[in-house]
């Protein structure tokens, strides 16, 4: 079947423009992860959405960066007035997690990379 | 804070050998660790899950062993070949985080020579 996709694949902004990077998980997957990456690092938390709710967005770096998934499937992640440190690869996972104690794999996305010029 | 640490940063092999990559967590309360491959402008493709209840998965030529009482676990990769070029990358599921958040080290690269 489909696997996570994302879109633009690639995105060039000059400093100041505003970005929304798409997210289109796997079909029935409860749960939805933004991560960032930096050149030669791995990827870090951004924020996550169990349907619609956005249960947690403590890796958001700043009030510029905000996340909606309004009817629980894509998901939209939005910077504002890009900065040249915002320039990385962002991956949007899903997974099957509802709750509970058991954990479910998470699959990932190709990642938006996005230059700030 | 649960900090995952790999060594080493890069790794560059003559085919044919084993391959070890090591991946240490300073949290053991995880609910498992999950090892994923990275091509050059790619994304993750997940290799192997092991859960906090077992010591390790295979599959195929690769082997993950966990420890959780020591913080780590390794990945092992027999007969290494070119195709197995690539980054590693190993992420912790923290059993605090609210729906199951990744917490990743910074990745081996490898790199296999004919």
């Known amino acids: ?117 | 804070k649960q900090e995952v640490t790999q060594i080493p940063a890069a790794l560059s092999v003559p085919e044919g050998e084993n391959l070890v990559l090591n991946c240490s967590f300073t949290d053991s309360a995880i609910y498992n660790l999950q090892w994923f491959r990275q091509d050059p402008g790619k994304g993750l493709t997940s290799l192997l899950l092991i859960q906090s209840s077992q010591r390790e998965q295979t599959s195929g030529r690769l082997n993950a062993s966990l420890d959780k009482s020591s913080g780590r676990s390794t990945l092992y990769i027999a007969a290494s070949q070119p195709g197995d070029s690539a980054t590693y990358l190993c992420a912790a599921h923290m059993i605090k985080a609210a729906g199951n958040k990744l917490t990743f080290g910074g990745g081996t690269r490898v790199l296999v020579k004919p």
């Open chain 1, 1 to 117: 079947g489909a696997g996570v996709s994302q879109s633009p694949r690639y995105k060039v902004a000059k400093r100041g423009q505003d970005v929304a990077l798409r997210c289109d998980p796997i079909s029935g997957h409860v749960s939805l992860f933004w991560y960032q990456q930096a050149l030669g690092q791995g990827p870090e938390f951004l924020t996550y959405f169990q349907n619609e709710a956005q249960l947690d967005k403590s890796g958001l770096p700043s009030d510029r960066f905000f996340a909606e998934r309004p009817e629980g499937s894509v998901s939209t992640l939005k910077i504002q007035r890009t900065q040249q440190e915002d320039s990385a690869v962002y991956l949007c996972a899903s997974s099957l997690f509802r709750g509970g104690t058991v954990s479910y794999e998470q699959y990932f996305g190709p990642g938006t990379r996005l230059t700030v010029t």
